[in-house]
């Protein structure tokens, strides 16, 4: 038998084999399309097998951010075969979020999830929601600027507290729509954790995103330029402030009220009196009324320096005009 015989018999062998697989497999079945999916989920007593239910509103999907897209768009396991699992695994938001998805993945709710185990941390569902999602610009959105606090407050439910007795939160009820939430300090979705010594020194940075004379100020202060040269070992806004409630100084609960500084202070400066808390953690100069000896001191040094300088470069300037002139005697 040649090798032509051989290589032609071999040929018509596997166009049978796939023939006869493909006829045994049947005809491939369409993709499931989301009016597929909204004809089961579509019924508000759908449940599954553990009595949950499985129910989504069509009409919550069509007002949401992500319309456009059909259902296999996100759980592409379910337009494989149906009816689908049971159980389907969880939509990977990072397919098209990536960016973001990085950012999350870096941050301390995904240690918590995907690290140490706690199933209650927070993912991109609890945050954005599920069918429902909406542009973070719209007031119906969880993540909308005003819903930030009661959003992170669902797992933070002390920390919300806190805020809400603040002077932000009051700022934020009162219309001040740059005032401080949540994801401002911590950051919306690479949120850190907030007792590492990386966190405490930019955090003084934060405060001054609002508070630029106030931190500038601080940084006249030994405790500014110690953290401005690293250290975390000093005193920073919130040490004083508080981190979530912080109130007025006239506030007799707030922490750097004249009722509490000794406190406040004591908590570093074991010993503190009521003399040693006079001193001005945010000295400004320019401010007569803040300090009118260090308003002087300033003044005097405004005067004295440029006088210093002054008298001596003419000084220098004559001596040089008179060496020219005498031919270089002395």
């Given at each position: 038998m040649s090798i032509r015989v051989i290589r032609f018999a071999l040929v018509v062998a596997a166009v049978c084999?796939?023939?006869?697989?493909?006829?045994?497999?049947?005809?491939?079945?369409p993709p499931a399309t989301s009016e597929d999916c909204v004809a089961c989920h579509g019924d508000a007593g759908a449940r599954r097998a553990d009595g949950r239910s499985i129910a989504v509103d069509a009409a919550r999907v069509a007002a949401s951010i992500?319309?456009?897209?059909?259902?296999?768009?996100?759980?592409?396991?379910?337009?494989?075969?149906?009816?689908?699992?049971?159980?389907?695994?969880?939509?990977?938001?990072?397919?098209?979020?990536?960016?973001?998805?990085?950012?999350?993945?870096?941050?301390?709710?995904?240690?918590?999830?995907?690290?140490?185990?706690?199933?209650?941390?927070?993912?991109?569902?609890?945050?954005?929601?599920?069918?429902?999602?909406?542009?973070?610009?719209?007031?119906?959105?969880?993540?909308?600027?005003?819903?930030?606090?009661?959003?992170?407050?669902?797992?933070?439910?002390?920390?919300?507290?806190?805020?809400?007795?603040?002077?932000?939160?009051?700022?934020?009820?009162?219309?001040?729509s740059n005032a401080p939430v949540c994801i401002d300090c911590h950051a919306a979705h690479a949120t850190a954790r907030t007792d590492t010594d990386a966190w405490r020194l930019r955090v003084t940075g934060e405060c001054g995103t609002c508070h630029a004379n106030i931190v500038g100020s601080y940084r006249r202060t030994f405790h500014g330029k110690a953290t401005s040269l690293g250290s975390a070992r000093v005193a920073a806004c919130a040490d004083c402030h508080g981190a979530h409630d912080i109130r007025t100084a006239a506030d007799t609960t707030s922490t750097v009220s004249n009722a509490r500084l000794v406190e406040?202070?004591?908590?570093?400066?074991?010993?503190?009196?009521?003399?040693?808390?006079?001193?001005?953690?945010?000295?400004d100069p320019s401010d007569y009324s803040r300090g009118a000896v260090l308003w002087w001191a300033n003044r005097f040094y405004w005067l004295l320096i440029p006088g210093c300088f002054g008298f001596f470069g003419l000084h220098s300037a004559l001596w040089y005009w008179r060496s020219r002139n005498d031919g270089g005697r002395s």
């Open positions: 084999a796939m023939s006869v697989s493909a006829a045994a497999s049947g005809p491939s079945s992500h319309a456009p897209l059909g259902c296999v768009d996100c759980h592409a396991e379910a337009g494989k075969e149906l009816p689908h699992p049971d159980r389907l695994a969880k939509v990977a938001c990072g397919s098209c979020h990536d960016d973001v998805a990085g950012k999350y993945h870096d941050s301390i709710h995904a240690w918590a999830k995907e690290k140490a185990g706690l199933v209650g941390a927070p993912s991109c569902a609890d945050c954005h929601g599920t069918h429902d999602v909406a542009p973070h610009t719209a007031a119906t959105s969880r993540v909308y600027r005003d819903r930030v606090p009661a959003t992170c407050g669902a797992c933070h439910a002390g920390v919300r507290e806190k805020y809400d007795a603040g002077v932000h939160a009051a700022a934020l009820k009162n219309g001040a406040t202070c004591g908590r570093c400066h074991q010993g503190a009196t009521a003399k040693f808390v006079q001193y001005d953690p945010h000295p």
